[in-house]
């Protein structure tokens, strides 16, 4: 990667004795939109602090577009950022909200004008300028919140969990206007989540965090595709990956009467036989109907729960003795108690060492 727009080399941050960030290293490229995604505590909202200039590291560097920021101040970094709370001033309009920061700078007011109403345009929100905060829907402060970053001149924009306190509905119509965003500008983004489907839709490449590091940066394809052990391959998906644990022995996998040829699984190095193993397989890549007959592993279920989700259905099951769900056409008719055949593709499959969990 040449010229990335942000660097991290070595960072580490500790609380007392608590480490939060350890060794942690990333370039980001110019104009990327890099998601951290990972679970609560996992250390992705303060490595973002950190490139804010919110927190000071223990040590290592950063730095923006060949700049090393580590010891400037937020308002010197180049960057905007939008927070999970709006954080609007309730007795200011919409306008105000937006200009509030420029009019501080000393900007010329024909350049705030400008800079507002381009933000206003491109965000939507032309007819709630002479509004306030109190009279705006929760999509609508935040809408504005993006917008108070959009009006800076920034190199980089950092969104912390911006929607997270947002209905189901109004989080799929900002997501759209967030990546709309990001095509308009081109500028670099850095955007952190808890919710993988905001990460999958969103992202150029995903960084998957854990106890403070990174355990695969990669795009949200290959994440999903080819996750680099069992912890990214149950975070990612929804709903998440089956697991069967179960034994290497003569080029299959068996779990219990379930035997399983691995000869179209790409391996990174051949394990050898007695290896105990986990196989992955996501539910939406059970096959049912028709196209059983062409699957090369074809085995009998029973359902025990099924949950309509509308354009699909989700079937809980047994295989091998152990949970299994299957992701059908919400058009299927399946109840409690029937038996389907379902097939199985070894090549979509994922195998795990159970001891370390890494992918084989």
């Not at 923006?64 to 960057?79: H, L, M, Q």
């Not at 920061?101 to 032309?126: C, F, H, M, S, Y």
């Not at 839709?201 to 290959?222: K, N, W």
């Not at 179209?264 to 059970?286: C, Q, S, Y």
Request: charged share 25%; glycine share 10%.
């Amino acid at each position: 990667m040449t010229n990335p727009s942000v660097r991290i080399r070595d960072l580490d941050l500790a609380f007392g004795a608590v480490k939060v960030l350890s060794g942690l290293n990333l370039d980001i490229a110019e104009g990327e939109f890099l998601v951290l995604l990972g679970s609560s505590g996992c250390g992705k909202s303060t490595l973002l602090n950190c490139i804010a200039g919110l927190l000071e590291p223990t040590d290592g560097q950063i730095w923006i577009r060949d700049r090393n920021v580590t010891w400037e101040e937020p308002s010197a970094r180049g960057i905007g950022m939008v927070f999970q709370s709006y954080a609007l001033y309730p007795q200011m309009t919409v306008r105000g909200n937006l200009s509030f920061g420029l009019k501080n700078a000393r900007l010329p007011q024909a350049d705030i004008d400008r800079r507002v109403a381009r933000a206003a345009e491109i965000l939507q929100i032309g007819p709630l300028l002479e509004r306030k905060p109190g009279a705006l829907s929760g999509g609508q402060r935040q809408r504005v919140a993006i917008g108070r970053a959009l009006v800076r001149d920034v190199d980089v924009f950092l969104f912390d969990e911006p929607l997270s306190n947002l209905d189901a509905k109004l989080r799929a119509d900002l997501r759209v206007e967030i990546k709309r965003l990001h095509q308009q500008l081109g500028n670099t983004m850095i955007y952190v989540t808890h919710d993988q489907v905001e990460a999958m839709t969103l992202a150029d490449r995903i960084a998957i965090m854990r106890s403070g590091a990174i355990v695969q940066l990669a795009s949200p394809e290959d994440i999903y595709n080819r996750p680099v052990n069992r912890y990214v391959a149950d975070f990612i998906g929804s709903p998440s990956m089956n697991f069967i644990d179960g034994v290497l022995a003569g080029g299959m996998f068996r779990a219990g009467d379930l035997v399983v040829p691995t000869a179209g699984h790409a391996f990174g190095a051949v394990p050898g036989d007695g290896r105990e193993v986990t196989m992955g397989i996501r539910p939406e890549h059970v096959v049912t109907g028709e196209l059983v007959a062409r699957a090369p592993v074809r085995e009998q279920v029973t359902v025990e729960l099924v949950e309509p989700m509308g354009a699909d259905t989700l079937v809980w099951t047994r295989l091998a003795g152990q949970p299994f769900r299957i992701r059908v056409d919400g058009q299927a008719a399946v109840r409690p108690q029937d038996v389907l055949t379902i097939g199985l593709d070894p090549a979509k499959a994922g195998f795990f060492d159970r001891r370390t969990e890494v992918r084989l």
